[in-house]
């Protein structure tokens, strides 16, 4: 049996941990909520508020701007639902399953591999074989999280997580939603090669929602069954398509490689992408250029650098036909979730689809110079095959043209033996009309191979969250917000008029309009007096709030009071300039403490 390995590192545990007072917060400021709370919910199920669905949708573009836009790569939207077949290729409907153990007395069904993690040292029992887990509940005494019996001695089962769903009325078609957007991509790869003008490499992105029937879905948004994904599918040809490794070889990276999870004494590395090519310690170039252009990403939308690494598959756990795959994972309360997946996927998909659905998955690559090759071809004689085989002869010429492309030796002397449905036929060379010529071609047609980098939207909302996080005390009182970055804060800034003033007012909203027209994300409030209005901002992540006083609507010199959220810190700023300058500040062109 696999033994588990140590964590890499302790994290401080706290009585409240912050994901209680982020979920807390997120309810009531409107970041996310569980749905259908009339109807008393159903689990796995979020609905996000006006806040969370602007955050989301803002961490979407920002992720469109770096890996579609920024990389040159098209992007698409595929239907949610596709047909069983799609399915049977991809080897969903096989292979998909996560592992089930009911409670013999509540009857509540739970991941086994959870109970295992949540109550042993085991980190990854996912990865173990389900007699092992089996083997492992039965050794700890494990119970039902839910009533406590205890569930040593019950079977283990295999739970396919697919959502089935039939495609029309009547004798319908059976469909599923989609447990990843990827598959979208891969079955329309016939015509997105067109658009690629069949040149490779060529990336396609998708951004949108999937749906796995999880049987123990936990922890808010972290784990749902419905959720969005960001995918890129990277296509290209593995003999002649190298990355720019150059581009991101500097970047610095914490790594733990499957050799240190192993290794009862291992411990993360602190490298460069570059380093880490050179040393071996990331195998494929193209999976560590992704990473190389992940990392300065997450930095930038806000995950913390400090609770940020990439985690090597082990070898249980690596999907078999990923040659190397890395997990970008962040801690949460001392617990390290995944936030992608960066996967060399081979020719796997393409494969499955060509064989399965008979279209070519295929792209034409161009040698440099036309190459002299020898085809052999049979060409046999009907008047021969058709009186002697009957309606077996053109099963016999297919069989014949299959021998003759795997084994031309078959043909150089005596009669060709032929097995057809286990009965062995022989055939007279003469009548196969075996011939070998000489061809000359231009190129040849490749299966691409994929290199995937897929990332989790709603896990790495939680993870800005979370790690935005922060209490403090402001002129003695406490004081909790979310230090979001600007370009990701579902609201940029918030303008109040001091007091309830009507010439206040009308200013204030005249501002707000124009921030407004320049794009900022603006929310207008004057409810309450100004530091009740500052704490509300300060909790939702709101990075600047604008107050309009009486200095504003007297003075010739136009200017209102900006509030930093952070710090605290304010300045006196011209009406003027202002949206200018907040947009600036919002781009990264100019910095609150230089003005």
Known sequence: MTEPTEPPSDFEATDEPTSEKLVELAKRRGYFFQSSGSYGGVGGFYTFGPQGAALKGNVEDAWRDRFAVAEGNMEIDAPTIMPEPVFEASGHLEGFDDMLVECPDCGESHRADHVVEDNTDYEDAESLPIPDVEEVIAEYELVCPSCGTGLAGQAVEAFNLMFATNIGPGDSQPGYLRPETAQGIFVEFPRLKEYARNQLPFGVTQIGRAYRNEISPRRSIIRTREFTQAELEYFIDPEADDPDLE????????????SEQNDEDGDELETT??????????????????????????????????????RQHLAGERAHYAADCWDAESEIDGNWIELAGFAYRGQYDLSKHAEHSGDRF???????????????SVDPDMSYLGPE???????????LEALAGRNRSAFESGPVEIDLEGEAHEIPVEKTGFAVEEETIAGEHVIPHVVEPSFGVDRLVYTVLHHAYREDEVDGESRTHLELEPEVAPTFAGVFPLQNDADLEAQSRAIASDLREVGLSVTYDDSGNIGRRYRRQDEVGTPFCVTVDYETIEDDATTVTVRERDTTAQKR???ADLAETLSAIRAGEREFTEL
């Open 573 to 575: 700023l011209p009406v």
């Open 273 to 310: 992408i570059g380093d880490a090519v050179s040393e071996g310690v990331i195998g494929d170039e193209w999976v560590a250029y992704f990473l190389g252009v992940a990392k300065p990403w997450y930095d930038a939308v806000g995950v913390d650098m400090d609770r940020f690494r990439f």
């Open 389 to 399: 085989f009957g309606g077996d002869a053109r099963a016999i010429v297919e069989e």
């Open 247 to 258: 581009a991101v070889a500097d970047v610095e990276v914490t790594l733990y490689p499957a």
């Open 362 to 376: 295929t792209v034409f690559r161009q040698y440099d110079e036309p190459q002299t090759v020898e085809r052999a």
